[in-house]
């Protein structure tokens, strides 16, 4: 019997798995998540199902069908071993995505075969449902799926583990999906000045249900070291050394928590030791990179004349691990910056110049990063090229896009003090007059925008641009 391509299609889209979760390969580096995950599996055999589940995904969106099917066999081998009485139920995942990667090898027996396993299945457990059924450990799943695909999922993952803790309040696993997902959503509200939603509850709950989870309780850690409860963090920390010295996810985090505290040479050592473990992960340069570039800011800071030798090789290491992060993943937009902004601290212009070119060209860069790129930019004009005007354009262009958020800020506050004081110095010519009220207007202050229109047109009388400004903001008014 040939099975239609379209009658498979219907059936498909009703299955609870990866290919229907929507998730977008764009938004992450496919080698990177291949690799968290593996290193996982190394840590975590309670988690192999899970995790074979996502592994098959990843592996076909990089086009190995084949290497799919093979990890969706370890998941079953997990099964097998760690749920033996539940093997139906366990398996509504594994067996969807199966039916989705035999569909896209065409082969379209065995697509059905998988669907028919599971709606039989899902009728056995419940009565109504018809291939989609609401568990908790799917909705789990799905939840650590929209973790690993990065900041445009983290709201959904919330709302995933919220739906599995409706069922299993005390689960720990759901537990620690749902206070890692609200402990992100905190981090992404920081940056766009949003109402923030505090995850310390969520991680002291999961912790407390989850000793063993040395990952979850560094996040803890950041979060009362962010309340300034710095001494009660390090406790976590300094327990997770102890317990789990090897897990990479960790130690990224306890690195994390001691270049936060200022304790660069301790934050260098755990991140050495991390990329002992996993010598690829963007993370762990990006992160080593910074450190070296605070102790370059370090030594500038020292009155005195600093070792040219020390500073030239801080230099080296910091653009080694950064350009290796950026090689490795290339939308770690905010890499960039950081590397351009270590060439500039090592006088190294031209270097810089072509790294923040490079970024500013790219047609993947989201706002929130390019308004941040451009506050950088702003920066190097600024200090480092020591040209103010160039300065005010780049800062007035990251201004110019609308999403409001940390760069944004940035890039306004800045060029709103720059011009003001250039204006009140008596500096200022009806060009920065202009542009101070090109600030205010697209910071919505328009009565503030009108006055300075109007002063520079008194000093520019036929300028269009002005006279078209503020034309248009007394009607608006």
Known sequence: STISKDS???????LEC????????????????????????????EYE???????????????????????LRKAEEAIQKLHPGEIARRSL?????????YYHMQRYDEAQTYISKVENSCKKLSSTAHGKIQLPEIYAEQGWAFLRFGRHYFEKAKNCFENALKS?????????????????????????GEEMRPSLEALTRAVQLNPNDTATAALLALELQRLRRVNEGERYIEEGLQKTPDY?????????????????????EILKRALALTPYSPVLHHQLGLCYKFKILGLKKRRYTYPQEEMENLIQLAVFHLKTA???????????????????????????????????????????????????????????????????????EGLKIEKDCYGRRKCSETVETLLKQKIENGLGD????????????????????????????????????????????????
């Open 248 to 268: 990479p996810v960790f130690l990224r985090h306890a690195a994390n928590f001691y270049r936060r505290k200022g304790e660069l040479n301790k934050a260098v």
């Open 18 to 45: 990866h290919f229907t979760w929507a998730l977008q390969k764009e938004h992450i580096s496919l080698e990177v998540l291949e690799e968290t995950i593996l290193d996982h599996i190394k840590f975590f055999v």
């Open 93 to 101: 995942v594994t067996w969807g995505n199966y039916a989705w990667i």
């Open 430 to 477: 009806a060009k920065d007059i202009g542009t101070l009220g090109l600030v205010y207007n697209l910071n919505g202050k328009k009565k503030e925008a009108i006055e300075c229109y109007e002063k520079a047109i008194d000093l520019d009388p036929n300028n269009e641009e002005y006279l078209n400004a503020l034309a248009e903001l007394q009607l608006s008014i």
């Open 168 to 192: 299993e309040p005390d689960n720990p696993d759901f537990n620690s999906g749902y206070a890692i997902a609200m402990y992100r959503l905190e981090g992404l509200a920081e940056w766009y």
């Open 8 to 14: 498979l299609k219907t059936s498909l889209l009703q």
């Open 326 to 396: 950026i090689d490795k993943k290339p939308v770690f937009f905010s890499a960039y910056c950081d590397l351009a902004n270590t060439y500039a601290l090592g006088e190294r212009y031209e270097e810089a110049e072509e790294i923040f070119q490079q970024v500013l060209q790219r047609n993947d860069l989201p706002c929130d990063d390019k308004q941040l790129i451009y506050f950088d930019y702003g920066k190097f004009q600024h200090f480092d090229m020591k040209s103010e005007s160039k300065a005010i354009k780049y800062y007035v």
């Open 49 to 71: 199902i899970i995790d074979y589940n996502i592994l098959s995904y990843v592996c076909h969106l990089k086009n190995s069908n084949e290497e799919a099917l093979s990890n």
